[in-house]
């Protein structure tokens, strides 16, 4: 099942199907992957060569179209620090 998303003239978005090149709203479970995401923090990057996002969108219809992110996975990930972090001491004087 593919899905589109295309914005109309009252600049709502609509959440579709392609089932026969007609936009048959849709609102459930949808799943994607990734290859290459990149995670990025002032601390480090982190890339992971493969990801998966699974949510469930709330309506057909929105702005923006609202849901939730029900599972998130990534695999395959390696890190690179980005500025050397002096130690914290948490001791009190």
């Known amino acids: 099942m593919a899905f589109l998303g295309a914005g109309t003239a009252s600049a709502e978005t609509h959440l579709c199907t392609d ?4 936009c048959t709203a849709y609102s459930g479970e949808i799943t994607g992957a990734s290859t290459n995401a990149t995670l990025s923090t002032s601390l480090a990057s982190v ?10 969108a709330f309506s057909s219809t929105g702005e923006p179209i609202i849901g ?6 990534f695999t ?14 948490s001791a009190a004087p």
């Not at 890339?47 to 469930?56: A, E, G, M």
């Open 19 to 22: 089932a026969g090149g007609a």
């Open 76 to 89: 395959g990930c390696q890190s690179a620090i980005l500025q050397e972090q002096a130690p914290k001491s």
């Open 47 to 56: 890339v992971c060569s493969h990801s998966t996002t699974t949510l469930d």
């Open 68 to 73: 939730e992110v029900t599972a998130l996975s």
